[in-house]
């Protein structure tokens, strides 16, 4: 889990174009703290600091604690944008991305 928690502040603090030390002040993490999250280097960390890493970097503190497989920064763009629309409209965006990725 936390080998999933360092790629994804990496790759989301990377998208959004920001610095370690950015990130650090907009989250109040210490710098040294982030680097060693990211290099995975760390054995634990308090839910406290987990989430204010998550809302800096415009995630969901659940967002770290998804799937393996679900965990990579697109991805879970495309399962929080899925989740903003309504029932119907969900269904048929999913739908249409369905096709696109089957053919």
Do not use: C, W
Request: proline share 1%.
């Amino acid at each position: 889990m936390l080998e999933t928690i360092s790629q994804l502040v990496h790759e989301k603090r990377k998208s959004l174009g920001l610095t370690i030390e950015q990130l650090a002040q907009r989250s109040g993490v210490s710098v040294s703290l982030i680097s060693r999250i990211e290099r995975g280097d760390l054995k634990n960390i308090s839910i406290n600091k987990l989430n204010d890493l998550a809302q800096s970097l415009e995630l969901r503190l659940g967002d770290f604690f998804v799937d393996d497989r679900l965990s990579g920064v697109k991805t879970l763009a495309l399962v929080k944008y899925l989740e903003s629309l309504p029932q119907r409209r969900r269904e048929t965006v999913a739908g249409a991305v369905l096709k696109l990725v089957k053919h």
